[in-house]
């Protein structure tokens, strides 16, 4: 985020605000520039008597205030971070008398964390004026993908587009998991290398043949064989392999083919604009529109609703997630 490379650029270059308010749903950016803070306003011999972390369950704003009135003891800043600010939520209205006069020679910082304050109210205003106001927004699902391959691009490397879709498709939208991973091939691949799906197989545990991704490669292809066999591997691992996901990421794909369908304009910049997908992904939805005629897609969807009723226990007495499995590939499949 362009914001978060200007905070982190004017930290650099000495210029720390007196004030970071880091709010929102994505807790991912407000670790890092907290994170950043901690580490970098202060030298190591500063830290010892002008470095504190606050909690906010533990915490009153006056307690916060009161501290960030010191003065710094040999050195030119103190810098005190509120983790878990968002447990002020009632009282945080109670900053504003701090807001008409900040110490400039404190650098506080706010981590308030899965909520946002509300900009109609006055102390929001007043942070934006007398600090650095960010808020961290969560990602969509379709914008993960391409984060990804940004992030390892940052860290010297490249990934195959297989290999990131199996990152994401099996850590999620937790944007520090997917971090924490590349973190990981970081420090046992050379910098240049790429980042493939044995790769991904053999660091982080993924198989790169028996995963949501391969069988919706497969459902696509209508290669019934490759299909039949993933979903036997799902019934055997069901812990690993949650019905939930599969279900979730092949009633997202026909939900999107049947949008796909009535698109007037298919070009490849159009459908990932209109479907919100990676452009990685459009050649699925043009196979996809060839293989699966238009009626035949909105059956799978209705299909694919009664299995995923059933998997709750709906109409159905506890049938094996396995047979679920191959109860919704014979549903499209046929």
């Known amino acids: 985020m362009d914001q978060v490379k200007e905070i982190i650029k004017n930290i650099k270059a000495g210029n ?63 810098v005190i971070i509120v983790k878990e600010a968002q447990d ?26 899965y909520k946002t304050l509300d900009k109609r109210k006055k102390v929001y205003k007043m942070i934006e004026k007398a600090g650095v106001m960010f808020e961290s927004k969560r990602l969509k699902d379709y914008q993960i993908e391409a984060w990804a391959r940004k992030l390892v691009e940052t860290k010297g490397y490249t990934i195959e587009p ?55 490669n497969a459902i696509v292809n209508r290669n019934q064989v490759k299909a039949y066999k993933i979903v036997n591997y799902f019934g055997q691992n069901p812990k690993n392999n949650p019905i939930v996901v599969t279900l979730g990421l092949v009633y997202s794909y026909f939900s999107k083919l049947l949008l796909y369908h009535g698109l007037k304009d298919k070009s490849s910049s159009n459908a990932v604009k209109v479907l919100k997908i990676s452009p990685y992904g459009v050649k699925d939805y043009e196979l996809g529109f060839k293989t699966y005629p238009m009626k035949r897609v909105s059956q799978i969807i209705a299909n694919l609703k009664e299995v995923d009723l059933k998997s709750k226990g709906v109409g159905a007495s506890n049938l094996p997630m396995g047979e ?10 046929n």
Not at 35 to 59: A, C, H, P, W
Not at 88 to 111: G, M, R
């Open 162 to 216: 297989k290999a990131s879709a199996m990152l994401v498709e099996f850590l999620g939208n937790d944007l520090s998991k997917i971090a924490n991973e590349l973190d990981k091939l970081a420090i046992v691949l050379p910098k240049g290398s790429v980042i493939t799906d044995a790769v991904i197989e053999q660091n982080i545990g993924i198989s790169k043949d028996f995963n949501n991704f391969e069988l919706l």
């Open 16 to 78: 720390a605000a007196p004030l970071y308010f880091l709010m929102g749903e994505e807790p991912y950016y407000i670790d890092k520039i907290s994170e950043y803070i901690e580490q970098n306003v202060l030298t190591e011999d500063e830290k010892g008597f002008n470095q504190m972390v606050m909690y906010g369950r533990d915490s009153s704003i006056m307690d916060i205030v009161g501290n960030a009135k010191r003065f710094p003891l040999m050195a030119e800043k103190q």
């Open 324 to 333: 679920l499995l191959k109860e919704m590939l014979i549903k499209i499949f």
């Open 88 to 113: 002020l939520v009632k009282t945080i209205d109670q900053l504003e008398s701090y807001l008409t006069n900040v110490q400039p020679t404190t650098v506080l910082v706010f981590c308030y964390k």
